[in-house]
């Protein structure tokens, strides 16, 4: 958030993220397209349904499921109660378009991703390729904006200048949103099939929900709603870890059954064999300095070379190749790309 601003948190929806799925997937979607960036972090439910900011750049962004037009982001809510005289009193909250323009300041971005726009007046919009975080938004027309800017309260208009729409590729339904996901996964060389595709984007949606029902009471609460470089890197780097294990394993001419148990000892690793798996991958960089012909190697050569080295331990055979695979599958992986 741009420092000096004063924050004004809604709250409203900390509780509404959960099981909503559009927004969850394009949380993940404008994550897994930018977390790379320096010192990116995505704010859930915080000033606004979601706030991304990384090195000299922050944007506040609402989601709606819906197709909207001009009219709609531009209409108050209204809704009538009684009075404590028992007269009816009209009530007028602020529209979709005000409560994302009442973020930030004016050198910030502010979007509105939404399902579509509506036809006729998507024909005032241009697009805009590429954004800053996304691959094409679509940006006012002067006509556009005088339409607007009449049903703004004039604190806000200036703000139109740095407002723009994207118009989500993610499909309300679960499904085919985890589909998607999954080919945008692919597409940064994070390889995954649809069961591991699943479990990355399982893992992101519960910190994503763990993010969402914090509550933010004053302005240093917000730093417990972020996900940042990091936390991506090492989500994705695991996943990586995870397929080049398999591969690693299924090279190795074993036959089902004992790539069955291998695969079940991985499991022990992180509990119990963290610290043997330090000591063998310190090994593994030893051999490696020392041998002449790596190229000459297989990886069934290494492996073997690695669990003979280890035959010390009480640590049984099948667990001391998982461990060995795993050092060789994180070599390299522990400075992460930031």
């Known amino acids: 958030m741009s420092e000096g601003t004063e924050a004004e948190f809604d709250n409203g929806g900390a509780e509404a993220i959960k099981g909503f ?67 009816s009193v009209v009530i007028y909250s602020s529209s979709i378009l005000e409560k994302n323009l009442n973020s930030g300041t004016e050198k910030d971005r502010f979007k509105l991703i939404v399902k579509d726009f509506g036809a006729t007046d998507k024909k005032q919009l241009k697009i805009k390729k590429p954004g800053s975080l996304c691959s094409e938004l679509f940006e006012l027309s002067k006509e556009a904006k005088a339409l607007i800017i009449k049903a703004l309260p004039a604190d806000l208009v ?29 597409k940064i060389n994070i390889a995954v099939d649809n069961s591991r595709g699943r479990s990355i984007i399982a893992e992101l949606s519960l910190t994503i929900d763990q993010k969402a029902q914090e509550i933010i009471h004053e302005e240093s609460h917000k730093e417990s709603k972020f996900m940042d470089t990091k936390y991506f890197s090492e989500v994705l780097i695991t996943c990586k870890a995870m397929n080049r294990f398999d591969e690693v394993l299924d090279s190795l001419g074993y036959n089902l059954l004992l790539k069955s148990v291998i695969k079940k000892e ?46 010390f331990t009480e640590v049984n055979k099948n667990l001391l190749i998982a461990i060995a695979i795993e050092s060789l599958c994180e070599l390299g992986d522990e400075n992460y790309d930031y």
């Open 21 to 87: 799925n559009f927004q969850k997937a394009n949380v993940i979607l404008l994550a897994i397209n930018n977390y790379k960036k320096k010192n990116f972090k995505i704010y859930v439910e915080a000033e606004d349904d979601i706030v991304v900011s990384y090195e000299g750049y922050n944007a506040y962004i609402q989601v709606k499921k819906q197709k909207h037009t001009f009219k709609s982001i531009t209409k108050k809510d209204k809704k009538v109660k009684k009075g404590s005289d028992g007269k």
């Open 266 to 311: 991985r499991l022990k690793i992180q509990l119990n064999q963290s610290s043997l798996k330090e000591e063998m991958k310190e090994l593994l960089e030893q051999f490696i300095e020392e041998c002449e012909d790596l190229e000459g190697l297989s990886n069934k050569n290494v492996i073997d070379h690695m669990v003979k080295s280890f035959t």
């Open 158 to 186: 200036n703000k139109v200048e740095n407002f723009y729409f994207y118009i989500s590729p993610i499909h309300e339904d679960l499904n085919e949103a985890e589909r998607y996901l999954i080919g945008c996964l692919n």
